[in-house]
């Protein structure tokens, strides 16, 4: 409608065979036939969505403002089940993060907490908190990265300097270091890689934590420059690393 659009709605998007599901900030979830645009099915949520879509067999899953995980059936848009985590007294906009491992589901959500579910029925796995009480009234502060899946163990950081290796199966902290980053690590064999906020390349033991190597890949800028910069994205490809920052720069590297 005129009213939703303006509202600028962000949109999230997933896709399974010709059906491409879509949640958005305006508390509307629908799916469309992308072989000829028509819309299948649409529903309304009570409060608007704030996540990534996942995928697994024929639901998707998608997390709302309050904090609430939802098992959504693709063929007709009603709701399988829901996971209420703790909700925050403060809208965060950072994108919530989801990853699916056989069959759990896990994700963040906008006060730290890391959450394991059973995708079959919705029942609580485990939970870690990564954040102290205060974070419920400070939640538009703290930013994470997406959440990486490797072999048994969740690896992300946030903007706190917290980097995380959490075991899938306890839900136990296997080890915690100092990385100020909300970036998205990559593993690459038996080591992580990521950048942090100010620009520093880390290659992290993957197993132990250590960290191997830290280059700075903002070495060509005068300090005061440095004050205003910090990174916006980066990926890894043929031996070296891309990153991009917030003054449309960018920077190849020599991994």
Known sequence: ???????KPRLNFAIQKNILIVTDDVAKYYAINIDNGDIIWSKNNIVPFNSEIKIKDNFFYAVDYKNILRSISIKDGLENWNLKTEESLTKS?????IVIKNENIYFNNSIGDITAVNSRNGQLVWQLPTQSNNINRNAFKLSNSKLVIEGDSIFFSNNKSEFYSIDTITGLINWKNEINSDLKPIVIGKFIITVSNKGYLYIIDKKKGNIVRISDLYKDYKIKQR???FTTGFIVARNKVYLSNNKGKLIISDL
Not at 1 to 7: D, Q
């Open 1 to 7: 409608s005129k009213n939703e659009k303006k509202l």
């Open 93 to 97: 906009n950072t994108k919530i993060s």
């Open 227 to 229: 004050e205003g910069i």
